[in-house]
C-alpha cells in the first residue's frame, strides 16, 4: 500500500507554468502513476499516466504538447510539468497509483490517490 502526497499547486497566470510533484510513502517503481484533476462542479477526468519503467505514457488531448509527466522511481516522486497553463486547467489535481500495468486514463484502475492540490489559472 501507497501514500501519495500532491504538492506544487498554486495560483498562476494564462501562459505560466507549473509543475507538480507527488510524494509517496511508500515504493512506487512497480506503479503506474497517474495523475487526474476534478473542476468545480465537473467530473473527475484524467490528465496524464506514465507506466513503472517510463516506456510509455498517456495523455488527455486537452493537456497533450503543454504536460508532460515523469518520475523518478528512485526517490518515488511522480512530476507533471504544466507550460503553457490556460484558465480551464483550473482544478484540483490528484495523483494516483495502480499496479496494473496498463496506462489507463480510467480513475476506475486507480486503487491509491492523493488528497489534491490546488491549481488555479488566471486569465
Known amino acids: 500500500q501507497v501514500q501519495l502526497v500532491e504538492s506544487g499547486g498554486g495560483w498562476v497566470q494564462a501562459g505560466g507554468s507549473l509543475r507538480l510533484s507527488c510524494a509517496a510513502s511508500?515504493?512506487?517503481?512497480?506503479?503506474?502513476m497517474g495523475w487526474f484533476r476534478q473542476a468545480p462542479g465537473k467530473e473527475r477526468e484524467f490528465v496524464a499516466a506514465?507506466?513503472?519503467?517510463?516506456?510509455?505514457?498517456n495523455y488527455a488531448n486537452s493537456v497533450k504538447g503543454r504536460f508532460t509527466i515523469s518520475r523518478d522511481n528512485a526517490k518515488n516522486i511522480v512530476y507533471v510539468q504544466m507550460n503553457n497553463l490556460k484558465s480551464e486547467d483550473t482544478a484540483v489535481y490528484y495523483c494516483?497509483?495502480?499496479?496494473?500495468?496498463?496506462?489507463?486514463?480510467?480513475?476506475?484502475?486507480?486503487?491509491?490517490w492523493g488528497q489534491g492540490t490546488q491549481v488555479t489559472v488566471s486569465s
Open positions: 494516483a497509483a495502480t499496479l496494473s500495468y496498463l496506462v489507463s486514463s480510467n480513475s476506475g484502475n486507480y486503487n491509491y
Open positions: 506514465i507506466s513503472w519503467s517510463r516506456g510509455s505514457t
Open positions: 511508500g515504493t512506487i517503481s512497480r506503479y503506474t
